[in-house]
């Protein structure tokens, strides 16, 4: 699939200066989202022989061993965005062959998975903040095995809802690009090639002590992709203005910390059986026909030999 539409109040170019300077460690909202996902998989009946864990530095490092030991005999792939991440990921991931946590499992392997290679592809937190979405779900497609599954999730419009509209009520630019909703990621997936997508959206508070606290949680998870964003850096004062605005205007739970909404968006698809065509330009990767070859013919519910 080629790209149709990059999303219009992102800028690409910020998105790829974060990649090369964001943290290379897992945000605890990103552990939470991962070991929530996590709690999905026990709905999900397929044993992976093999399966690429997309972002894993930045979408949980947690949860990548659990799903290191639930799926120990699996062949697996680690894909991360650029070297200085797929490097610390090998750090943080790789076992030595004397390690005991090395024992009776398969070695990782820190590459994107070949076309038609894996079952199961999980990517957590990576999508909202992916330059070409369409083109990063075409990857994650062609990874794929038939009847492979994609498990993902990443934030939705209402994530720091606060926050934007306190942007909005001071007339400054906007405070972040504007993340997509549940539904069009479901039909983007469709158009991807993908079937069955399951769909479904939570919100999660998190509360902070100090205004400073908050936006040191916000510098970790991710930066304002906004092409309208403000230009150039602001000072000191502007920073102190800002925490003084958050101080007095943003809600507080019970106990009187500022709180702030993330609304988190989880996605479960599968890739089917290509659809058979007679035009000339139908084209099938060598595994693909593989796959459909395996599977047996059914008519009226039974299969035939």
Not at 45 to 68: D, M
Not at 156 to 161: F, L, V
Not at 179 to 187: E, S
Not at 266 to 291: E, I, N
Request: proline share 7%; glycine share 6%.
């Amino acid at each position: 699939m080629t790209t149709t539409q990059r999303p219009p109040t992102l800028d690409p170019i910020a998105v790829a200066r974060w990649q090369r300077v964001a943290p290379l460690a897992s945000p605890w909202l990103h552990e939470e989202v991962a070991s929530r996902m996590l709690d999905r998989l026990q709905w999900i009946k397929l044993q992976p022989q093999s399966w690429a864990h997309w972002g894993a530095l930045r979408g949980g490092l947690k949860a990548h061993a659990e799903l290191a030991r639930k799926y120990s005999k699996s062949e697996l792939f680690v894909a991360e965005s650029t070297e200085q991440r797929a490097q610390a990921a090998t750090n943080n991931i790789a076992k030595p062959w004397w390690s005991p946590a090395s024992w009776g499992r398969r070695s990782a392997r820190f590459a994107a998975p070949p076309e038609s290679s894996v079952d199961m592809l999980w990517a957590n937190m990576a999508l909202h903040e992916a330059g070409d979405p369409q083109a990063l779900l075409a990857d994650w497609h062609k990874a794929l095995k038939v009847n492979g599954f994609l498990m993902f999730s990443c934030l939705g419009p209402d994530t720091a809802i606060e926050l934007r509209e306190l942007y909005r009520a001071l007339g400054w630019p906007p405070a972040g690009h504007e993340l997509t909703d549940m539904h069009d990621w479901g039909d983007m997936l469709v158009q991807a090639g993908f079937a069955e997508p399951v769909m479904d959206m939570e919100r999660i508070t998190l509360t902070f002590e100090t205004p400073a606290r908050l936006l040191q949680e916000l510098a970790e998870l991710g930066r304002n992709f906004h092409p309208a964003r403000f230009a150039g850096l602001r000072g000191r004062q502007w920073k102190t203005r800002l925490e003084s605005l958050l101080a007095q205007r943003l809600p507080r739970d019970a106990s009187g910390r500022l709180a702030l909404t993330f609304e988190v968006i989880y996605g479960h698809a599968l890739k089917p059986q290509p659809k058979v065509s007679m035009s000339a330009l139908s084209a099938f990767s060598v595994q693909d026909m593989r796959d459909m070859l395996k599977e047996p013919r059914r008519t009226h519910g039974k299969a035939q030999p």
